[in-house]
């Protein structure tokens, strides 16, 4: 096994561990968030992102990493994302958690695993379509929120703390 | 609030919090370590695993592809991840007494019925939209919705918009309102 792959096995098991401890895993739990009855997944992802905002920020501006960004292409994310959220809804799972679901014997994720296998072929087959089409409609590039705002992450990051903790105590108050 | 659940897990915002820990040091890591700065995601290994069975009947059409050859069919890193999340995921259930056979799901039963041929069916449609959708949006919840988001992508914020407002619509529709 290679350093990469060494690498990416320890963190995916670190990854997954804590994804079943924090039981967001399940199709319940999916499925419930979007019946807007069990906000879980949310608690969990939202507190993922407070804490990551922060620190990957940090090492951005200190030049020890290099950021990301997905690109911003309008037509590809508008369409893409509806499509995902009704699969999603239907499979009830995504494809992270279908993996670690099938890890707590929820044996059932298989079949979500098989069609998103069969999904992942379709796209390389309708790939050349798709990129003279939806993904050539607009695209505004790899931008990030502060740039886009012409402002400082550290302007925006107070502001998303502010909101997502009113949400989490929101949350705890309705007992979602 | 409480660090436990009723069932023995851990309060989600512990271990959400956690998860943010290791995505910082994740990404650091493999700066250090790959020379590039990898952030956590899971929707490009299908595609990878999509391409490495496919390889193994039609090796020419693969080989010929755009998709598989922008996105390199291979063992990688992002690949090693998804195979550890189930790792821990059994690691972790099987320690806490939560790892269950589960072949249908309450929510599914309660609406379609104990089938498992209705669900397998559900699931494997569900899995092909889903992963069309995807790749087309270039992340799922992983990447677009932590590691973007923790960057503060504009993408990121869209696609998680879009993930979460059709997954409301379509639950309502599939899973009908109930009254509770």
């Given at each position: 096994m290679s350093t990469d792959q060494l690498l990416g096995l320890i963190t995916g098991v670190l990854f997954g561990f804590l994804l079943q401890k924090g039981r967001v895993l399940r199709f319940e739990k999916q499925v419930g968030a979007m019946l807007l009855k069990d906000m879980t997944i949310f608690k969990f992802m939202l507190s993922a992102i407070l804490v990551g905002m922060v620190g990957v920020n940090l090492l951005t501006d200190a030049g020890i990493i290099s950021s990301g960004h997905k690109p911003m292409n309008l037509g590809a994310v508008l369409l893409g994302g509806a499509l995902f959220g009704t699969g999603w809804a239907v499979m009830g799972f995504c494809p992270g958690t279908s993996i670690g679901a099938l890890g707590e014997?929820?044996?059932?994720a298989l079949f979500a695993i098989a069609g998103m296998v069969a999904g992942a072929a379709l796209y390389a087959e309708l790939y050349p379509f798709f990129k003279s089409t939806v993904l050539a409609w607009k695209d505004f590039g790899k931008i990030g929120l502060p740039e886009a705002l012409g402002v400082s992450p550290w302007v925006i990051i107070p502001f998303f703390w502010a909101g997502t903790m009113s949400l989490f105590f929101w949350f705890e108050k309705k007992g979602l | 609030m409480k660090c436990k659940t009723e069932d023995g897990g851990w309060s989600p915002y512990l271990a959400g919090a956690m998860v943010g820990l290791l995505a910082i040091a994740s990404v650091y890591a493999t700066t250090q370590w790959m020379g590039k700065s990898n952030y956590l995601g899971a929707s490009t290994t299908f595609v990878r695993a999509a391409g490495l069975l496919e390889r193994t009947v039609a090796p020419d059409r693969v080989a010929a592809n755009q998709y598989f050859t922008k996105e390199k069919v291979r063992v990688d890193w992002q690949f090693m991840l998804v195979l550890g999340i189930f790792l821990g995921a059994l690691i972790s259930s099987a320690t806490d007494k939560s790892l269950k056979l589960e072949s249908v799901p309450p929510t599914w039963e309660k609406r379609f019925g104990p089938s498992i041929g209705k669900r397998a069916v559900g699931a494997f449609l569900g899995g092909i939209v889903a992963m069309v959708g995807a790749r087309m949006a270039d992340g799922c919840p992983s990447g677009h919705g932590l590691s973007g988001m923790m960057q503060l992508s504009v993408s990121s914020f869209v696609a998680l918009a879009m993930f979460f407002i059709v997954g409301v619509l379509v639950a309502a529709l599939v899973y009908g309102r109930r009254s509770s």
């Open positions: 014997g929820r044996w059932h | -």
